[in-house]
């Protein structure tokens, strides 16, 4: 027992020499020897990564909706937040933009694009012998007017002189009806078809009786018929034209070449009676209009405005602003001859400190000049009217411009304006194409400067812009309306005894209801009041309106038929009362105020219209940025006495009314029938 009990007893040797891990396991070299600290600081630091690792962890459906209608109204409240301050910055930027406009550092220098056209590059032979020729036609001329004779008479002796000089010419009586009565007139023309050409092109060269002083009051144009006479006698001695010439003479002042220019392009008018033109020629591409209404003249203003935004290429402007001044002859821009050191501010603008010292600066008389300059075009081309004869070729895609003697005592007379015409004629004989290089978007600052379609344009999109925000935001106001509601948190220990048990918990919450918007009730509101603004528009114009109300009270007895618009209070009230459609009878949603989705609306479709007509005629589009933008951004739901006042004052009844105060109800009844009313006169496109 005892030898078999020794045959089981552990041995003598050492333990880790027989211990089953030391005799089965491989050797550690880590044991072995110590970890070097480069080693042991890159575990570290990836048992760090490890700890801070960020990787989103995938997320059910319900959490990335959640994430993402949270970060939706996390938007939305930012851009609700600043939004009237988006507004208020763009609105202010867009008019400051627009009062800008005329200053110097906006504008740039004009230049002549067409290289074929080469102005001032020829020799002109004008000379003292046509002088004479003209001397004779005015003295002519005004023998017709000291015997009084008719519109026929005139024409025929335009006629005689035109067929003497071995033109085919003609003459085309007409007659247009108008809500003031009808006129009567008679135009003369003669046509030069050149010898050396096909005649598929042509030139006109026109004056009209009736000069444009005084926009058209009456001021006879007898000088510048004899122009037209004398240039027919001389142009046509000499065989190196390559395209037609049309000279015309039109009865009145812009009525005739209406008639004569609808009669040559075959278009048919309902309140207009002409005779088809004996002789016409090739396509009119150019034309200048010839104004001469004094003895003499000291500077040539240059008119190039047209009917409903159109201009002509800024090429033939500049070709005729170079040969005057190469023949030393000063051009204007209109008859603004006024130079900038000559423009004052008010005598206590000038007394003032700080304004008073920058008033008298070279800058500031300058921009004031040039503001003079785009004031009178914003006038031209907001109320949609030509600055002249010329303004009626632009709509058939004519380039034209008016050169205008402005009278005084000397020191040009028909030498220079015959030199100025001939070079020009010659200069427009060059061109291979129509005028198509230049700008035909622009608005010139003087007679040399201008300022180019990106100068300006962005002025009045920037107040649509704002405005069609201001929209959007009352829509999106319109449709949801805040409100509090009370959640109510359970007792987590309903289980416990009832003396253990804590009251429920209430926390307030806000939470958006929605509202029906009523469209329905805007448009119709719309609706009605576009009629009878119509209907009061087609009062205003009737002829037996007209004919029945004395010319000089004219402004009080129109103005009396706007009561017609007291109609508009009891048809929203009419309107407002109908119960809106329901589509959905169960639900009974409450209903949006009416003025928000009005003021909406309205700011959505003076935006659009403002954006339109910015791009085609960006003087009307900037008068109602200002007529449409300053209302809507005062008006609002609650009566305030001031903003009253600002909104009728801006509104285009209180700015008659004021400016019948300034200039005299008188002026203003002659502006609103020659100008205002110039759609019911002239013959509408």
């Known amino acids: 027992m005892s030898h078999v009990g020794r045959l089981f007893e552990p041995p003598t040797t050492p333990a880790i020499a027989h211990t089953p891990q030391a005799a089965f396991s491989p050797p550690n070299p880590s044991a072995a020897r110590p970890a070097s600290p480069q080693m042991a600081g890159l575990l570290e630091r990836f048992r760090r990564r490890k700890e801070q690792d960020t990787t989103p962890k995938p997320q059910s459906e319900n959490e990335i909706y959640a994430n993402r209608l949270a970060r939706r109204q996390a938007v939305t409240g930012v851009v609700a937040r600043i939004l009237p301050y988006i507004r208020f910055i763009l609105y202010f930027v867009g008019y400051v933009w627009m009062i800008l406009i005329p200053f110097q550092d906006l504008s740039r220098g004009t230049w002549v694009d067409e290289n074929a056209l080469q102005p001032a590059q020829v020799t ?70 050149v010898p050396r050409a ?124 170079r040969i005057a001044g190469n023949i030393g002859v000063p051009t204007i821009l209109y008859d603004n001859i006024e130079s900038s050191a000559s423009y004052a501010v008010p005598q206590w603008l000038a007394d003032l400190p700080v304004v008073g010292k920058w008033t008298k600066h070279s800058l500031f008389q300058n921009y004031l000049f040039q503001a003079s300059n785009v004031k009178r ?94 929209g959007l935001r009352l829509w999106v106001v319109a449709g949801w309306k805040r409100g509090m509601m009370v959640r109510v948190i359970p007792d987590d220990n309903e289980n416990e005894k009832e003396s253990k048990r804590e009251w429920p918990t209430a926390v307030p919450m806000t939470v958006w209801r929605r509202r029906d918007r009523p469209v329905i009730q805007v448009l119709a509101i719309m609706l009605v009041t576009h009629v009878i603004g119509y209907a009061v528009f087609l009062l205003l114009t009737a002829p037996f309106f007209f004919r029945k109300t004395p010319a000089l009270s004219g402004l009080s007895t129109r103005l009396a038929s706007l009561p017609l618009l007291a109609l508009h209070p009891f048809i929203r009230q009419f309107l407002t009362a109908c119960p809106p459609p329901s589509y959905h009878p169960k639900k009974t949603a409450p209903q949006a105020p009416l003025h928000l989705i009005l003021k909406a609306f309205n700011l959505y479709i003076s935006s659009i219209v403002i954006s339109i007509t910015s791009v085609l005629n960006f003087s009307l589009a900037a008068a109602l940025a200002v007529l449409l933008g300053v209302p809507l951004a005062l008006t609002g739901p609650t009566f305030r006495p001031l903003r009253f006042l600002l909104v009728l004052a801006v509104s285009p009844m209180g700015l008659l009314a004021i400016a019948s105060q300034v200039v005299g109800e008188q002026e203003i009844t002659r502006v609103l029938t020659r100008t205002g009313l110039l759609v019911c006169v002239m013959p509408r496109e």
């Open 124 to 193: 002109t032979y004008w000379s003292w012998d046509d002088v004479h020729a003209a001397d004779n036609y005015l003295a002519e001329i005004e023998g017709l007017y000291a015997q009084n004779v008719t519109n026929i008479e005139k024409a025929a002796y335009i006629e005689e002189q035109f067929v003497s000089l071995g033109l085919d010419s003609g003459v085309q009586p007409y007659k247009l009806s108008s809500s003031i009565g009808a006129t009567l007139g008679v135009n003369a023309y003669g046509v030069y078809p």
């Open 198 to 321: 096909s005649g598929a092109e042509a030139i006109v060269i026109s004056a009209s009786w009736v000069s444009r002083t005084d926009e058209g009051a009456g001021t006879p144009n007898m000088r510048g018929v004899a122009t037209v006479l004398a240039l027919a006698r001389y142009l046509t001695r000499y065989s190196l034209w390559a395209k037609d010439l049309i000279f015309v003479v039109n009865d009145g002042h812009v009525d005739g070449m209406h008639a004569w220019l609808n009669a040559y392009h075959g278009i048919e008018q309902s309140n207009l009676q002409t005779k088809p033109l004996k002789h016409i020629s090739g396509v009119i591409w150019t034309a200048l209009c010839i104004d001469y209404p004094g003895h003499s003249f000291s500077h040539l203003g240059v008119f190039y405005e047209g009917l409903n935004g159109r201009l002509p290429n800024q090429d033939l402007m500049n070709s005729v602003v």
């Open 377 to 470: 075009h914003v006038q031209y081309e907001g109320l949609n009217r030509g600055s002249g004869v010329h303004g009626l070729f632009h709509k058939f895609r004519i380039d034209a411009i008016t050169l205008f003697g402005v009278p005084a005592m000397g020191p040009h007379g028909f030498h220079s304006l015959g030199q100025v015409v001939e070079s020009s004629l010659r200069t427009m004989n060059n061109l291979l194409e129509r005028l198509h290089a230049s700008f035909f978007f622009y608005i010139l600052t003087s007679i040399t400067t201008f300022v180019n379609f990106g100068g300006y344009l962005a002025s009045a999109i920037l107040v649509s812009v704002s405005m069609i925000f201001g």
